[in-house]
């Protein structure tokens, strides 16, 4: 297989193909995609006769390049004729991922009389002589919006907010399916900081919190900052706050299995943007012993010259020792790695150089800053952001019960007591008697954590 990448089905393929229908036929096919590197998912027979038949293969491919080098090798093999070929993800995206549907019943003039005038301005009226009303009687009550420029999305980049829509749609999806949210995409064709947060406090009435996604830093800080100020509904930057909240919940199991306290423990944490921020601002609320931020040009550290606001505090807050070298140097010794970062950055003789039973975090995704390969040859614990490794730390962890219990509670605001409640709560979802060195986060699909992290957040709050 030339692709560096494992077979996912993020890089799905269908392939309709007529082949012969002797009895050896589908094997041969299987055969042929399996040596080109992919995995067969599903073979399904579309029509038949006693000459040929043709046939729906389903195969997960490493990346873009892998699927048209399967489908080449397809195309050139004699006996099989390749009619069609389509790319399972992209038909998930077609017309979009998510819909409005009303609530309520419209079948007839007293349904319409109620929902709609005359009946509705009675409702209107209720809420303009009391406007906290409107948390109670329109979709405020259970709404949230998904805010973002388009300047930082996944790794890809500043991609504008056209290109963003499809991972703002996908979120909004996510918070229905494990929260029960209704929230909507709102991508603003601007990056002004001033314009951004203008537009969405004039839009904040509809919503009952705003979700802000893949902005850059520092901008994402100073936005989120003044929106709090000015909005009477939580704000909540997903990308800094959900992957802080997930990660402490996993340290918080994973310091189980090791049998460390978070006051003993060093870590080091790699990549100053915003999800490094958050992660080491939440792990000092946790208690944690010590912290070396490092980013790309070293370890931030208090003597440094710097423009960046952020990184100045960073290097004068943290990192005790004021230790001003590399990353190899920063991680010996240390506890815990946590990369959020860039990929290949970590060396399994950095991880070696580490303190007993070290745990190890490689966030970067999809190809995290050390081969989770590597670093379990030398760390007690590993964990990353893939699917298809075990410790999988993903935001959707937290953010659906984080809104589902500040809806609940009608909240205000945001705060660090409700984000050290949601880690808690994720954390003993998997419980101390069931937490191994594989299994320090509950996954994704369990149906018991969206509900507990709603709960806890919702007793923060009041």
């Known amino acids: 297989m030339t692709a560096a990448r494992l077979p996912s089905a993020g890089f799905s393929i269908t392939v309709r193909l007529a082949l012969s229908a002797d009895p050896g036929a589908a094997g041969r096919l299987a055969t042929v995609v399996g040596q080109a590197g992919a995995i067969v998912t599903a073979l399904d027979v579309v029509a038949s006769d006693n000459k040929r038949m043709t046939v729906d293969l389903t195969c997960d491919t490493s990346d873009a390049a892998h699927a048209e080098q399967v489908t080449n090798i397809l195309e050139a093999m004699p006996d099989f004729d390749v009619k069609k070929v389509s790319d399972r993800t992209f038909l998930v995206h077609l017309g979009g991922k998510i819909e409005v549907t009303p609530k309520v019943p419209l079948r007839n003039r007293d349904d319409l009389s109620m929902a709609y005038t005359p009946g509705v301005a009675r409702v209107c009226m209720a809420i303009a002589e009391n406007p906290d009303d409107a948390r109670r009687l329109t979709i405020k009550r259970n709404t949230v919006a998904v805010v973002t420029d388009g300047s930082a999305v996944l790794g890809l980049g500043n991609i504008g907010p056209a290109a963003a829509m499809p991972v703002m749609e996908g979120k909004a999806a996510l918070f229905k399916k494990f929260g029960d949210v209704d929230a909507w995409p709102v991508c603003l064709d601007t990056q002004d900081t001033d314009e951004i947060v203008n537009i969405v406090a004039a839009l904040a009435p509809t919503y009952g919190g705003i979700n802000l996604e893949d902005i850059a830093a520092p901008r994402c800080f100073e936005i989120e900052a003044r929106l709090r100020e000015r909005l009477d509904i939580p704000v909540f930057h997903d990308d800094q706050h959900g992957t802080a909240i997930v990660v402490l919940a996993a340290l918080t199991n994973a310091l189980r299995v090791v049998g460390k306290e978070f006051g003993d423990v060093r870590a080091t944490v790699v990549g100053c943007g915003a999800a490094g921020t958050a992660i080491m601002r939440l792990l000092e609320k946790a208690g944690i012993g010590d912290i070396i931020p490092v980013d790309r040009d070293g370890a931030l550290h208090s003597g440094m010259e710097c423009e960046n606001e952020t990184w100045r505090w960073l290097g004068t807050h943290f990192n005790k020792n004021d230790y001003s070298g590399d990353l190899s140097g920063a991680v010996e010794g240390s506890d815990v790695f946590i990369g959020v970062s860039a990929p290949n950055i970590l060396k399994g003789s950095d991880v070696a150089k580490m303190a007993k039973d070290p ?97 806890a957040v919702k007793q923060a709050m009041r």
């Open 359 to 455: 745990i190890v975090f490689a966030l970067a995704n999809p190809d995290p800053e050390i081969s989770p390969t590597e670093a379990a040859r030398y760390a007690a614990i590993v964990a990353t952001g893939r699917s298809d490794q075990p410790n999988q730390i993903n935001n959707v962890l937290a953010f659906p019960g984080v809104f589902r219990g500040l809806l609940d509670a009608q909240a205000r605001d945001w705060n660090d007591d409700a984000a050290l409640a949601a880690a808690k709560a994720i954390a003993d979802c998997v419980g101390a008697e069931k937490v191994n060195a594989t299994y320090i986060v509950p996954s994704v699909f369990d149906p018991n954590v969206a509900p507990a992290v709603a709960a």
